[in-house]
């Protein structure tokens, strides 16, 4: 199933200081690891029970993202978002 605005239209999606998520153990910044899939692959999955794997495509967004140079607490965001 598809999941976008209606009639044509454009959304533009802001996130803003990018660079604040904790880094877990693993070198992963959990909730950029999200906006990651939307971007690369235009949407998400379903975790639901009865739909678990079924993919929720995204379309006719837009991404904006801001941060911070990383340093005195900022993080850098991973190289797989660069």
């Not at 802001?14 to 950029?32: A, Y």
């Not at 690369?40 to 993202?65: I, M, P, V």
């Amino acid at each position: 199933k598809n999941y976008g605005p209606p009639n044509g239209k454009k959304m533009t999606i802001f996130f803003d200081d990018v660079s604040m998520p904790e880094v877990n153990k693993w070198g992963d910044q959990t909730t950029l690891e999200l906006v990651r899939l939307a971007v690369e692959y235009g949407g998400f999955c379903f975790l639901d029970k009865d739909k678990r794997g079924d993919f929720k495509t995204c379309e006719d967004l837009q991404y904006l993202a801001a941060m911070q140079h990383p340093g005195g607490g900022k993080n850098d965001i991973p190289n797989r978002l660069k």
